[in-house]
């Protein structure tokens, strides 16, 4: 799997946009971007993924560049709920093998008033 | 849906004891998967399973057991209790072999081993 480097903590005041970079010069053609973040003492949830074109969904949009080697998280409006580390991880998809996620340490975001 | 479920949410042992952490899944998942978090660390795979009856190893395996006998459930046992041990266990799901997998996660396990 690709490496991936995140920035280790980031502030955002609430209500504004938080992005997220994550680097992945190594990613191969067939390995999907995943976000994935930990609030405090709870269990990973998922965010979003993508493999080459941008996606939104309810919780995010991610941004793909067009070389795929980095990426970014786009929470539009971020609020004290979003505070959490933010991991970010290349993985390749089904295709028969198991779905190991390698969390690295991630991005803390702090959201403040 | 519950989703995820594990059991219990805390427990605290001695050195050498043993204990089973519990984990089930309601989704018909094919893959289960279990990880520990120390802290300020990210998360490091133990065990997981594509299937009943299937289990390997994953980057941290030593000390551990795992066994799927059904869909449902995998459990994570550790037969003798070290304080090296002391960690949050988490147990996910996903479907597998299906195109792009999405994990589910536990609420975690917090043991302490004294």
């Known amino acids: 799997d690709a490496k991936t480097t995140q920035p280790p903590s980031m502030d955002c005041a609430e209500g504004r946009a938080a992005n997220l970079p994550c680097n992945h010069s190594t990613i191969s053609g067939n390995e999907y971007v995943y976000w994935y973040r930990q609030i405090h003492s709870q269990g990973p949830q998922y965010i979003i993924h993508?493999?080459?074109n941008n996606e939104t969904n309810e919780m995010a949009s991610l941004i793909i560049t067009e070389d795929r080697k980095s990426s970014t998280l786009i929470l539009p409006h971020a609020t004290l709920r979003d505070t959490a580390v933010y991991y970010c991880?290349?993985?390749?998809?089904?295709?028969?093998?198991?779905?190991?996620?390698?969390f690295g340490t991630g991005t803390r975001l702090q959201v403040t008033l | 849906n519950a989703g995820v479920t594990q059991t219990p949410k805390f427990q605290v042992l001695k050195t050498g004891q043993s204990m089973t952490l519990q984990c089930a899944q309601d989704m018909n998942h094919e893959y289960m998967s279990w990880y520990r978090q120390d802290p300020g660390m990210g998360l490091r795979l133990i065990h997981y399973s594509v299937g009943a009856g299937i289990t390997d190893q994953g980057e941290v395996p030593n000390g551990y057991n795992v066994s799927r006998s059904t869909t449902e459930d995998f459990p994570l046992r550790l037969l003798s209790a070290a304080p090296s041990q002391t960690s949050v266990y988490f147990c996910?799901?996903?479907?597998w072999g299906q195109g792009e997998n999405i994990q589910y996660f536990g609420a975690g396990t917090r043991l302490s081993v004294l």
């Open positions: 996910a799901s996903s479907p």
């Open positions: 991880i290349v993985r390749v998809a089904g295709t028969g093998t198991a779905s190991k996620l390698t």
């Open positions: 993508g493999l080459k």
